[in-house]
RNA sequence: GGUGGGGUAGCUCAGUUGGUUAGAGCGCAGGACUCAUAAUCCUGAGGUCGAGAGUUCAACUCUCUCUCCCACUACCA
């Protein structure tokens, strides 16, 4: 009995989110989270929230003209459902303001300060006048000392590439607002002192990159090699969670929350008390290694630009706190899914969002292509005609013609039944064969991660069911004797019935038609397979003499006309 | 600039420790079949594996140089 963890990267609470996004952490470990419920005896947590403090969630909210914790309510409110439109299967979907994140950031940093790792330091930032706050760097611009490009970001120019210091720009102004009353003003700040904790994490590192793929132990190793720099875990702004010491507010920090960074892995906890407190639940046996998380196998889930932050700043939190805290043991990261070539973005209205994506094709379709296509090697692009060539050849012409066909045929020619005439013959002693070989390398590309191996190997599991229709042509041996024919529907049904099992992890909707279709009740429908599988057994498992009903078409074709409506009204192409 | 990842059939991508004629899906051409959403099944065409050099009996795979693309680079998250 394996109890596995999973939590995927938090979405920034500023708008809804792209189908990047999706693809590259929720997604993926949705569809994770659901093999691993199939898996007999397996308990399963799946974590996610809203990250929701910081600038972008302050300036946002000013832009919507609302109180930020009203939008970031409604923000809330509005990834939910759109989660909830795209099936993912979370077991709680919480927030970062929420009260349980809140005491856990100011416990941490308690613990920090008590081990000797948080010092106060004074530092130069700027600060708009007429917007009343301090300034993140990207949000100064200036002249670039470098190349006098007049519209470089503090953090870096534009123009000739140059890394900067806000505090160096010529005629420095907000970017918020326009302003160029902005001053250099001093202001004191906790710094966690990473320097401290580099062998630690190193060795820790060392512990675990065998397990995780490259992408992710190079970064890491990245950061380590440069060496770990003392980071400010504060900020000027009221949005976040206040810096206290010893349960009080902190003295001169009164105006300062902890910066985002510090609190929103945090929340990974405290979405999990969340969901402990709504249900009735017992949080720290999978978070406390005291407490029973010592067997609990952790998974996260993330774009490549998160792994610094979960491969090295996160667990310094959890390292240096001195505390039996569950560290996380698979990390599987994601490059970026493009859009024709350039970026998703959200200021630019490039590409698919996931609340119109649900407007114009059910969740199923996404889902499909998304993980088919999961940018796992490298950045992967998006484009709508290899969307559509994917949807029609996988999902309408594979799997939905293949279940319509044999549905249909068993309904007009054997009343609707599982028949139980015949004996197996040479094609399906093919069709064992090919399940023998497919079913656990299936089984070992969803053990493994490897999502695109294992879409590829679902969907030639289903052609394979197509080939044996072929060679059993029943519509054939029907002519000649209709108990030969009875073998090859029989099998096509269970191979239906197996195709539907196999199938939901990545598309649960479909595959639950499918299975209803076909009368397969809620316990018979877990795929583990292995060696102890009676795969003979697969294509015999309904019960003779069930009813079954064919669904309505399963997969609609995407046209042409719809295609080229999408390009025009999504500027594709 | 530094670091990392890529450049393999028209397109999207696999290619394990270097080893016989480099693979898949889509697309394309031809054929078969008719139960089915003109779906399915079979066959085929198509690649000097970014360029050059080196190591080796043997290089897509290892080394070096060059070139192009992308990401990260710590105060956006």
Redesign the pocket.
């Known amino acids: 009995m394996a109890r596995i963890l999973i939590t995927s990267a938090l979405p920034?609470i500023n708008g809804v989110k792209h189908l990047g996004n999706l693809a590259g952490s929720m997604l993926p470990a949705d569809v994770y989270a659901r093999f691993q419920r199939l898996q007999p005896g397996n308990e399963v947590l799946f974590i996610c929230a809203t990250?929701e403090?910081?600038?972008?969630a302050e300036l946002a909210a000013a832009e919507a003209g609302q109180a930020v914790a009203d939008y970031c309510r409604e923000q809330h409110d509005i990834q939910k459902r759109v989660g909830e439109g795209f099936s993912l299967s979370f077991d709680w979907f919480g927030r970062s303001s929420n009260q349980p994140n809140r005491e856990l950031t100011q416990h941490f940093g308690d613990v920090l300060e008590d081990r000797g790792l948080i010092e106060e330091r004074t530092?130069r930032?700027v600060y708009s006048v007429d917007d009343k706050r301090f300034l993140?760097?990207?949000?100064v611009e200036g002249t670039c000392p470098v190349c006098g490009y007049e519209k470089a970001r503090?953090?870096?120019c534009d123009n000739c590439?140059s890394?900067l210091d806000?505090v160096d720009l010529i005629n420095p102004y907000s970017s918020v607002s326009g302003s160029r009353n902005v001053e250099i003003r001093d202001t004191r700040?906790l710094f966690l002192l990473?320097s401290k904790l580099q062998d630690r994490i190193r060795a820790w590192v060392d512990s675990r990159a065998a397990e995780w793929p490259?992408?992710t132990s190079?970064?890491a190793y990245?950061?380590l090699d440069?060496?770990?720099?003392d980071?400010?875990i504060t900020?000027d702004l009221s949005w976040g969670v206040p810096v206290t010491r010893h349960g009080k507010p902190r003295p001169g920090f009164e105006e300062k929350v902890y910066?985002?960074?510090f609190d929103?892995p945090v929340e990974y906890i405290g979405s999990t008390v969340e969901w402990a407190e709504a249900k009735n639940e017992n949080w720290e046996r999978w978070w406390r290694t005291d407490k029973g998380a010592e067997d609990v196998s952790y998974v996260q889930f993330m774009g490549?630009?998160?792994v610094?932050f979960h491969t090295?700043s996160f667990p310094v939190t959890i390292l240096g706190s001195e505390e039996p805290w569950k560290q996380v043991d698979r990390l599987k990261a994601f490059?970026?899914l493009n859009w024709y070539g350039g970026?998703f973005s959200t200021s630019q209205k490039r590409g698919v969002f996931m609340d119109t994506a649900l407007e114009l094709l059910p969740s199923d379709y996404w889902r499909w292509y998304l993980i088919a296509?999961s940018?796992?090697?490298?950045?992967?692009?998006f484009?709508w005609e290899?969307f559509q060539?994917?949807i029609?050849?996988?999902?309408?012409?594979?799997?939905?013609?293949?279940?319509?066909?044999?549905t249909?045929?068993a309904q007009?020619k054997f009343d609707g039944k599982v028949p139980a005439e015949g004996q197996a013959g040479e094609a399906e002693a093919w069709m064992v064969k090919e399940l023998k070989t497919r079913l656990p390398q299936l089984q070992a590309h969803y053990e493994a991660m490897e999502f695109?191996?294992a879409a590829?190997e679902t969907?030639?599991i289903w052609?394979a069911g197509?080939?044996y229709?072929?060679k059993a042509?029943p519509?054939?041996k029907y002519k000649t004797s209709v108990e030969q024919a009875a073998v090859g529907v029989r099998v096509g049904l269970n191979l239906a019935a197996l195709f539907g099992i196999i199938a939901q992890p990545v598309i649960p909707d479909a595959a639950g038609k499918i299975l209803d279709a076909l009368g397969v009740p809620a316990d018979k429908r877990m795929m583990g397979f292995g060696a102890a599988t009676d795969y003979a057994g697969l294509l015999d498992a309904l019960l003779h003499g069930l009813a079954i009903t064919p669904p309505p078409?399963?997969?609609?074709?995407i046209e042409d006309t719809q295609v080229a409506e999408w390009t025009e009204r999504f500027g594709g192409g």
């Open positions: 920034y990250d403090h910081g600038t972008p530092s930032q993140p760097d990207r949000y503090g953090d870096q590439g890394l806000p700040h990473q490259q992408l190079s970064i990245k950061w440069e060496g770990l720099q980071r400010s900020r910066y985002v960074w929103a490549k630009d998160n610094a090295v490059n970026w970026k296509n940018p796992e090697g490298s950045d992967t692009a484009t290899s060539a994917s029609n050849s996988d999902l309408a012409n594979v799997l939905g013609n293949f279940v319509n066909r044999i249909k045929y007009s695109r191996k590829a969907r030639a052609a197509n080939e229709l072929t042509e519509w054939v078409v399963l997969f609609a074709k």
